[in-house]
């Protein structure tokens, strides 16, 4: 209280409500890989700088646009006054963070980190940490644009989608160091591509993928199978010089077969533009599903699971998969380790059918809303209780801290998050002098808060139970 000295009337304000909690964001992802450019002011200015955008278009005035990967298309005469391609030469597709990108806004996603850690190469190389050489463009790998991302405070997912172009090893190296952040920083998930998306994954092949990701802090991240065929053409440059077309003797890009080209012909030019969009990328869904969660997110909460919801700009799944083939990747005896299966659905599309983490038979984490649920709810506790560090550890501390809390938690009870039917069903939290702490906590300038809640958890199963009844009239 201040003294006073002069007469006069003072106005004393007093404080009666607690602090409240600011909830923190939950679908932030940071996608890490390489990009075309990374240019805000000068040539790679951007390498290494994690940087939120809040569209494709702003990604594109920063890092450019997709790789324009060679195509060959061979063409003949079909014998009825028409075309035929004979060959169509499929590039591969190496860089894949602008295509990720991509889907991640069109199905639903907001703003985003970008971490570019180098720009395409006349020979594609994605590396775990560079080459070390004193070019910018070249001398970061995936695991230096991790540890990039560890030093910013807002992302809560990551993801990086060209780690299934990684050697087995590197692979294997990368998704466990992700897992390591996710556990460290404890405010992050991981969202996976399966190594092996296009393939058909038999026991063996289960084993193995499953034993890329370790045994360690596998709460922290979910895993998708398999890659999709999404509605996107394959990239051609501006020029068309990125696609040869070979018809007869002739042969050239594709833009001198154009009215004004050296090749003049353009009913080839017609019939090969038309075939160009017959042809589809795959990917691997990482990007897609990261759009999902923040959809989901936004329409309904965190505490919804991110799954039985329509991927967008996809066609189907390069591998369809029923119960009996999803069986085993969703539930596993052995490792324990969920895969999240993406199926096709007549009348529907393509689902996200799966909402486990990797940590699939753990009864507390078992489920991806759980565990992103925790993760908000603790980032956003411990950032509005800051206010409180040196206040005096008294019961006037308590009771604001546990009123602050306890007013948060009220409000996610309210809209669904925590199961019961009382707010004393659904939490508790606990503060004070012989309850949370003893005579030599305060000593030693310790406040312990205990806080516990019964977040709800999707119904994976339904089960609908029938059975004849007998005639009674």
């Known amino acids: 209280m ?139 790998g995936l695991q230096d644009g991790l540890n990039a991302v560890a030093l910013e405070d807002e992302p809560t997912l990551i993801v990086i989608p060209e780690a299934v172009k990684l050697s087995t090893t590197d692979y294997q190296t990368l998704v466990q160091a992700v897992l390591a952040q996710c556990d460290k920083l404890r405010d992050r998930f991981a969202i996976f591509d399966i190594r092996d998306g296009t393939a058909v994954l038999d026991s063996t092949a289960q084993s193995t993928n499953r034993g890329y990701f370790g045994n360690n802090y596998l709460k922290y991240g979910a895993a998708y199978y398999p890659f999709i065929k999404t509605t996107m053409n394959f990239f051609v440059n501006s020029t068309e010089a990125n696609v040869t077309v070979t018809y007869g003797a002739t042969s050239g890009a594709l833009s001198t077969f154009s009215a004004t080209g050296a090749n003049s012909n353009t009913s080839v030019y017609n019939f090969v533009k038309n075939a160009l969009k017959e042809h589809f990328l795959v990917l691997p869904p990482s990007g897609a599903v990261a759009g999902v969660y923040a959809a989901t997110d936004t329409n309904r909460g965190v505490w919804k699971a991110p799954a039985n919801v329509s991927l967008a700009d996809v066609i189907e799944p390069v591998i369809k998969l029923d119960n009996a083939k999803q069986d085993s990747l969703n539930v596993d005896a052995t490792s324990g380790k969920s895969i999240n299966a993406l199926r096709a659905f007549a009348g529907k599309g393509t689902l996200v059918w799966g909402a486990r983490t990797l940590a699939g038979n753990d009864n507390e984490w078992r489920y991806v809303p759980v565990r992103r649920f925790f993760n908000m709810v603790e980032e956003s506790v411990k950032k509005s209780t800051y206010w409180a560090v040196f206040e005096p550890n008294d019961a006037n501390t308590w009771v604001k801290v546990r009123g602050m809390i306890e007013n948060y938690l009220m409000q996610k009870w309210r809209e669904g998050a925590l199961a019961g039917a009382t707010p004393k069903d659904a939490f508790f939290v606990k503060c004070g002098l012989g309850t949370t702490m003893n005579a030599q906590d305060i000593l030693e300038g310790r406040m312990n808060v205990e806080i516990g809640m019964a977040a709800v958890r999707p119904a994976e199963f339904i089960i609908l139970k029938f059975s004849h009844k007998l005639q009674t009239s």
């Open 2 to 140: 201040p003294t006073y000295k002069t007469p006069d009337v003072y106005v004393e304000e007093i404080s009666v409500f607690p602090p409240s909690v600011a909830e923190v964001e939950t679908a932030v992802p940071a996608f890490i890989g390489y990009t075309e450019k990374a240019l805000k002011k000068s040539a790679n200015d951007l390498i290494q700088v994690p940087t939120k955008i809040y569209s494709l278009k702003e990604y594109e005035q920063y890092f450019g646009g997709p790789e324009d990967d060679a195509i060959a298309i061979i063409v003949a005469d079909d014998g009825a006054g028409g075309f035929t391609a004979s060959s169509f030469t499929e590039p591969s597709v190496k860089y894949l963070l602008y295509y990720s990108v991509k889907l991640f806004f069109d199905n639903g996603g907001g703003q985003c980190y970008i971490t570019s850690v180098g720009t395409y190469q006349a020979t594609p190389a994605i590396d775990l940490s560079g080459d070390s050489s004193s070019n910018l463009a070249t001398m970061y």
